[in-house]
């Protein structure tokens, strides 16, 4: 059963669409590490959001209920850790997007050892740059199980936090 989009909220969510694409692709990037599987979540993301559009729009920042949103459908996908991963000459139409992340093959190869939830928690930490407690709310978790999670996937990838 399909339901007709209000013309309006078509166009704001295009437009915000378009006007954070960029954004969107990272954070689609980080999490799913593959250029195809990015977009379709981009595009399931705001699929979800169309109907709670004007809630979006009204919020006190619409960005972060889109992240929220994004990370959620991501998590809520089955199996999103079992994709195949792409070569850098994959995603050179996606750099721009993901461009300020050096040696962009080699952190993607390694998150890939990570569960999703380990995943989201780098992903919006390290390329969103949010704290803690924008994390949690974002995963709907605690700043603790956030804390732990990361110090666990940052063992496993072998890295110092230096905190």
């Not at 954070?27 to 250029?35: M, Q, S, T």
């Not at 399931?44 to 004007?54: K, N």
């Not at 079992?82 to 050096?102: C, K, Q, T």
Request: glycine fraction near 4%; charge should be neutral.
């Amino acid at each position: 059963m399909t339901t007709e989009v209000p013309a309006q909220v078509e166009d704001d969510l295009g437009a915000f669409a378009e006007r954070h694409r960029a954004k969107l692709l990272r954070l689609a990037l980080g999490l799913c590490r593959d250029p195809d599987a990015a977009e379709d979540l981009v595009q399931d993301t705001l699929l979800r959001l169309v109907t709670r559009w004007p809630m979006v729009r009204s919020a006190r920042s619409p960005w972060a209920y889109v992240r929220q949103t994004m990370v959620r459908v991501f998590l809520s996908r089955p199996n999103p850790h079992h994709r195949s991963l792409p070569l850098i000459d994959d995603v050179v139409d996606h750099r721009d997007a993901f461009g300020e992340v050096d040696e962009l093959d080699a952190a993607v190869r390694r998150l890939h050892q990570l569960a999703p939830r380990a995943r989201a928690v780098l992903t919006l930490r390290y390329i969103e740059c949010l704290d803690d407690a924008a994390i949690a709310d974002a995963l709907g978790t605690s700043r603790v199980a956030v804390r732990v999670t990361a110090h666990r996937a940052l063992r496993v990838l072998k890295i110092d936090e230096g905190t």
